[in-house]
């Protein structure tokens, strides 16, 4: 974490600005500057305090209900990103934002539901001051693969109780991640407050699985998910291995 990024900041329990920051271990050099790589931001009003390890803000105490995520982006760390995927993520953020990226230069943009990085490495890339959220611990692999450049924090957050002040950013995206959360809909209105005035915020969302109640689909589908998804990580990952013939 950036020490700057304190200023950019408030206190999820009280809501306060005035935040404080102990150092613990620094990193960088003149090009990237100083990482906070472990230490703490505290609250002077309610003295709630945040860790930072590995570099990353921590305004949450667990991954909760994403725990597959955290399992898989931290063994998938650079599948996605553009240096090994010929700018897939680049196209995909055009197609899916509809943004010109000219337009992210200088802004000040949250990427909600960060993951490894892969579209905030987009936005960093042509200008923009990024700030990556996941409530994941694939934060830390984002925090490996981008977080160390200069116009990039990242921050394990939950997108329901955010760490910044309302108004806060330019731009807002979010791509293949809101229909995950427990209310897609609150989800999305609860974003809005952290766009200033004539921001842009962009949403983009799996299609819905229009499956007619009781039909051969939507019977085959509920069974599966009874099943796997009480499956531990590795147990499903395992399966899906050994699915994979049956696509190629």
């Known amino acids: 974490m950036k020490e700057h990024l304190v200023e950019s900041l408030r206190c999820i329990k009280c809501n306060s600005h005035q935040l404080a920051v102990t150092t613990d271990e620094t990193c960088g050099d003149e090009t990237c500057g100083t990482e906070i790589v472990t230490g703490s931001v505290r609250c002077q009003e309610c003295r709630?305090?945040?860790?930072?390890?590995?570099?990353?803000?921590?305004?949450?105490?667990?991954?909760?209900?994403?725990g597959n995520f955290s399992f898989e982006w931290q063994l998938h760390r650079k599948t996605q990103l553009d240096e090994t995927t010929n700018n897939n993520s680049?196209?995909?953020?055009?197609?899916?934002?509809?943004?010109?990226?000219?337009?992210?230069?200088?802004?000040?943009?949250?990427?909600?539901?960060?993951?490894?990085?892969?579209?905030?490495?987009?936005?960093?890339?042509?200008?923009?001051?990024?700030v990556g959220i996941d409530l994941s611990y694939a934060v830390e692999t984002a925090m490996e693969n981008i977080g160390t450049r200069p116009n990039v924090n990242i921050v394990q957050a939950d997108l329901f109780n955010l760490p910044f002040p309302e108004e806060s950013f330019d731009i807002i995206y979010s791509i293949g991640v809101l229909h995950h959360t427990p209310d897609c809909q609150r989800a999305f209105l609860g974003l809005l407050p952290y766009l200033r005035p004539g921001g842009t915020i962009v949403i983009w969302v799996y299609d819905a699985h229009n499956w007619t109640d009781g039909s051969l689909k939507e019977t085959v589908n509920r069974f599966w998910r009874s099943v796997t998804t009480r499956l531990p990580s590795r147990v499903l990952y395992a399966l899906c291995i050994l699915e994979l013939p049956l696509f190629l």
């Open 48 to 66: 709630s305090e945040y860790p930072i390890t590995r570099g990353v803000l921590r305004a949450v105490e667990s991954d909760e209900y994403v």
């Open 90 to 130: 680049t196209h995909v953020f055009v197609s899916k934002t509809g943004m010109n990226l000219d337009d992210l230069e200088g802004k000040r943009v949250l990427d909600v539901g960060v993951g490894t990085g892969r579209f905030a490495d987009v936005a960093s890339r042509h200008g923009a001051e990024v």
